[in-house]
């Protein structure tokens, strides 16, 4: 069982940035491809961007790619993403996730366990 739990999330003006972070519990952090999600209001949850076991392998949405830095501290059992260039598009409710295997990291439902989700709101 891992149990996620997300902060960082806030308002902030465009062109800002944002650090969340996401703190897992459980001894086998270290052998989940971790994933960020989001859910824009109205909308399905889509996924953000992902990060294998090792860290050394990341992948982004076409959406943030760029502007958006995923990392992992495995020491900590902490899984990072790093904001930048926020616009109001990517005002949402923010989401870790895990999951065991790195093929198809976009798949929301290949994923095992969830964060409560912590807000981003980007005012224009």
């Known amino acids: 069982q891992v149990q996620l739990v997300e902060s960082g999330g806030g308002l902030v003006q465009a062109g800002g940035s944002l650090r969340l972070s996401c703190a897992a519990s459980?001894?086998?952090?270290?052998?989940?491809?971790m994933g960020w999600f989001r859910q824009p209001p109205g909308k399905e949850r889509e996924f953000v961007a992902g990060i294998s076991r090792s860290g050394g392998n990341t992948y982004y949405a076409n959406s943030v790619k760029g502007r958006f830095t995923i990392s992992r501290d495995n020491a900590k059992n902490t899984v990072y993403l790093l904001m930048n260039s926020l616009n109001a598009e990517d005002t949402a409710v923010y989401y870790c996730a895990a999951r065991s295997g790195w093929n198809n990291v976009v798949v929301t439902s290949d994923y095992d366990y969830w964060g409560q989700g912590t807000q981003v709101t980007v005012s224009s």
């Open positions: 459980g001894r086998t952090f270290s052998s989940n491809t």
